[in-house]
């Protein structure tokens, strides 16, 4: 009798959804439903244990704000966003690959001029990023938008210490020169840890998993007739790249922030010798 009603209950709540105009909010909720009462089936939770799922959720919510965003953390540690992404990915072997977003990316990071520093705190080891944006045949493009933020060299965004950190610190939005160029100056990000104070820290605690990420700069590149690509360049002698907090790290995305003992080259780039030097293209597919 039992099991007849649990079967019942589940075609019941997709049939419900029938009259569901958009045919893929339809197929969504059919889907959600059918899993998610194929996992209960199959776990049995008690009463106390779906009211404390409940109550997680909850705790999760009442975390988000505008600067923190707890259920995509959620989504990062549980892999979700990166088997997301790479559904959606496109595929193209020679693009430059994508990855999280992350839960600390702002809508609109401040304009900055090529060669400008993000770093507006000066305590971290100095470094100089710089490279190309290009299409997939190789061809420069210019104009090209790249929306960048990190950690300072602590491992906190400017949202997570308001009063510390100037606003803006560790962001900056550029626009790549008439061959594609961009550049721009900051420090040598941090390890950290993602937020550990809210019940995705709890989760992790209990489960025995670490909350380390490795050291990495955050990247939006976009630029006319081509598909955006959200990426990470990870500094390449970091630790946890083999064991990500949120699954992140691709081997493409792994680069060399080498030291470099040249007076000219910091001159040129306005940094005090020897200096840390990240040297990359990022490489869009066209629409």
């Given at each position: 009798?039992?099991?007849?009603?649990?079967?019942e209950?589940?075609?019941?709540?997709?049939?419900?959804?029938?009259?569901?105009?958009?045919p893929?909010?339809?197929?969504l909720?059919?889907?959600?439903?059918?899993?998610?009462?194929?996992?209960?089936r199959?776990?049995?939770p008690?009463?106390?244990e779906?009211?404390?799922?409940?109550g997680?959720?909850?705790?999760?919510?009442?975390?988000?704000?505008?600067t923190?965003?707890?259920f995509?953390?959620l989504?990062?540690?549980?892999?979700v966003?990166?088997?997301?992404?790479?559904?959606?990915?496109?595929?193209?072997?020679?693009?430059?690959?994508?990855?999280?977003?992350?839960?600390?990316?702002?809508t609109?990071?401040?304009?900055?001029?090529?060669?400008?520093?993000?770093?507006?705190?000066?305590?971290?080891?100095?470094?100089?990023?710089?490279?190309?944006?290009?299409?997939?045949d190789?061809?420069?493009?210019?104009?090209?938008?790249?929306?960048v933020?990190?950690?300072?060299?602590?491992?906190?965004?400017?949202?997570?210490?308001?009063?510390?950190?100037?606003?803006?610190?560790?962001?900056?939005?550029?626009?790549?020169?008439?061959?594609?160029?961009?550049?721009?100056?900051?420090?040598?990000?941090?390890?950290?840890?993602?937020?550990?104070d809210?019940?995705?820290?709890?989760?992790?605690?209990?489960?025995?998993?670490?909350?380390?990420?490795?050291?990495?700069?955050?990247?939006?590149?976009?630029?006319?007739?081509?598909?955006?690509?959200?990426t990470?360049?990870?500094?390449?002698?970091?630790?946890?790249l083999?064991s990500?907090?949120?699954?992140?790290?691709?081997?493409?995305?792994?680069?060399?922030?080498?030291?470099?003992?040249?007076?000219?080259?910091?001159?040129?780039?306005?940094?005090?010798?020897?200096?840390?030097?990240?040297?990359?293209?990022l490489?869009?597919?066209?629409?």
């Amino acid at each position: 009798m039992a099991r007849e009603f649990t079967t019942e209950i589940t075609d019941t709540v997709v049939g419900s959804f029938s009259g569901t105009a958009d045919p893929r909010l339809r197929e969504l909720l059919g889907a959600l439903t059918r899993h998610l009462h194929a996992f209960v089936r199959e776990t049995r939770p008690t009463t106390t244990e779906w009211e404390r799922a409940i109550g997680f959720l909850t705790a999760t919510g009442r975390m988000c704000t505008d600067t923190r965003q707890e259920f995509i953390l959620l989504s990062d540690v549980l892999g979700v966003s990166m088997l997301v992404e790479a559904l959606n990915g496109h595929g193209d072997p020679g693009a430059t690959e994508s990855t999280v977003l992350g839960p600390f990316h702002l809508t609109r990071s401040p304009v900055r001029e090529l060669g400008a520093t993000i770093d507006l705190v000066g305590t971290g080891e100095q470094c100089v990023v710089s490279g190309r944006v290009l299409s997939r045949d190789g061809t420069p493009l210019p104009g090209a938008v790249l929306d960048v933020w990190q950690a300072d060299d602590r491992g906190f965004y400017d949202v997570q210490q308001p009063g510390v950190q100037p606003p803006g610190n560790g962001r900056g939005l550029f626009t790549a020169d008439a061959e594609g160029r961009f550049r721009f100056r900051t420090c040598v990000p941090s390890p950290y840890p993602v937020p550990t104070d809210g019940p995705v820290g709890a989760l992790l605690g209990t489960t025995g998993r670490h909350p380390w990420r490795p050291a990495h700069i955050h990247f939006i590149a976009s630029a006319e007739g081509h598909a955006p690509v959200t990426t990470h360049i990870f500094v390449a002698d970091s630790p946890y790249l083999d064991s990500d907090v949120v699954f992140a790290v691709k081997q493409s995305l792994v680069q060399d922030f080498a030291e470099t003992d040249d007076p000219s080259l910091a001159e040129e780039f306005g940094v005090v010798n020897p200096f840390r030097h990240a040297r990359f293209d990022l490489v869009l597919e066209q629409a």
